[in-house]
């Protein structure tokens, strides 16, 4: 993971706006895949079978997997700790993990 690209934020209105926001549009993703697989199962189920299959391993983003080191509760890496902001210590910030 590139740690010089993590920015600490504070959680704002924003923060949650924005959150809403990616939720919405991964939901309106989310139907209109599960539309477009319920029509090819109409159409052939071993035709959907092979593409549900092939876009399953298409769809895994290795950025979009969880740092254990990012965890909640664990103490930062050593290399954020000395860049975290006094300021927002015991102040709720952004996801910093991809």
Same mark, same amino acid.
């Given at each position: 993971?590139?740690?010089?690209?993590? %920015?600490? =934020?504070?959680?704002?209105? &924003?923060?949650?706006?924005?959150? &809403?926001?990616?939720?919405? &549009?991964?939901?309106?993703? %989310?139907?209109?895949?599960?539309?477009?697989?319920?029509? *090819? #199962?109409?159409? /052939?189920?071993? &035709?959907?079978? =092979?593409? /549900?299959?092939?876009?399953?391993?298409?769809? #895994?983003?290795?950025?979009?997997?969880? /740092?254990?080191?990012?965890? #909640?509760?664990?103490?930062?890496?050593? %290399?954020?700790?000395? =860049?975290?902001?006094?300021?927002? %210590?015991? *102040?709720? *910030?952004?996801?910093?993990?991809?």
């Amino acid at each position: 993971m590139d740690y010089k690209s993590i %920015i600490f =934020r504070k959680f704002t209105h &924003e923060s949650l706006r924005r959150i &809403e926001h990616y939720r919405q &549009e991964e939901s309106e993703c %989310i139907a209109s895949e599960q539309l477009e697989q319920q029509t *090819i #199962v109409e159409h /052939n189920y071993d &035709e959907h079978h =092979r593409m /549900n299959k092939s876009s399953k391993d298409e769809s #895994v983003d290795p950025k979009q997997i969880p /740092n254990k080191e990012l965890a #909640v509760g664990e103490t930062l890496p050593l %290399i954020l700790q000395y =860049r975290f902001p006094s300021e927002l %210590i015991g *102040i709720p *910030i952004e996801e910093i993990d991809s």
